[in-house]
């Protein structure tokens, strides 16, 4: 009896160690899970934007497709370098959070273009060398404005933004925008010049075709006159401003028989999330 006892006690410290074995966590493999599971992460962020190619040679979108074309940084996390506002006669300046801006030049020029930043309540100034490269960490917003008579505009805004200590200079690498990486710094001069040229041909195309369904008109009168803004799409509506007032009770009817609108016309402004469309006509009849 006493011989089947001690059997049956080594049996279940045996299976007791074992268990706490099979247990334990060997460090190499989490460390092999972690390298794998960044790398995907790297290479989902590179791959985020090869529907730009897709989509950029189109000519008739859906609302979610145009949106995705205009607004694809939206919000989105980056690490934006550039150089402190500054004049060229400056040595060092005093960086004043939603205040001052990031330039991609080293000096205030003409040719210069200014990132504009808003910080995180408490960000202190900053003593900052005068052409010295600096880097912030915060969440985008890339807008256009076409106008014929100043010119058409991109202004790249960055708000809850944070300083960034260690500083990556990428300058020149980014030379296509479908290929940009989020995990990277991104030097705020490559990103203007790529994401005005993106709006450019956008705008260059002429007139563009969305289909999608209806939504509601807005009248609005103004010192230029009266515009009708007619929404198409739920989740990511497309405003399309008509050269002449439409049919509401025809528009209305189309989406009460399930169908859906298309409108005609060229990308007039990317703000806010937002697409604009200017000199619209309604192809339905």
Known sequence: ?????LTLTL??????LNS???????????????????EQKQAE?????AFLKELAPKKSFSPEELARLCTFLYKKEIVLSGYPYAYAADTEIEFVPNSTGILNAKNNSISSTEVKIKFKEGTENRKLKAGELFAVKGKIDVEFAADEQWGNTTTI????????ESVQDTKGQLSSIDQLDLTVPVYCGDLHSLMHQHF?????KGNITVTGDYQL???SKTSYGTHWNVTLGKQTPIRCYTKEEPNNDRLNQIRSEGKQISAQGVLQAVQMGGVDLEECVILNK
């Open 1 to 5: 009896m006493k011989k089947i006892i």
């Open 11 to 16: 049996l279940g410290s045996f299976v007791l």
């Open 20 to 38: 706490c074995k099979s247990g334990e966590t060997d460090p190499s493999t989490n460390e092999t899970s972690q390298k794998e599971s960044d």
């Open 45 to 49: 962020n590179m791959d985020s934007f």
């Open 157 to 164: 805004k960055i708000w809850d933004a944070e300083f960034v």
């Open 200 to 204: 450019e041909a956008i705008r260059g």
């Open 217 to 219: 008109t807005i009248t």
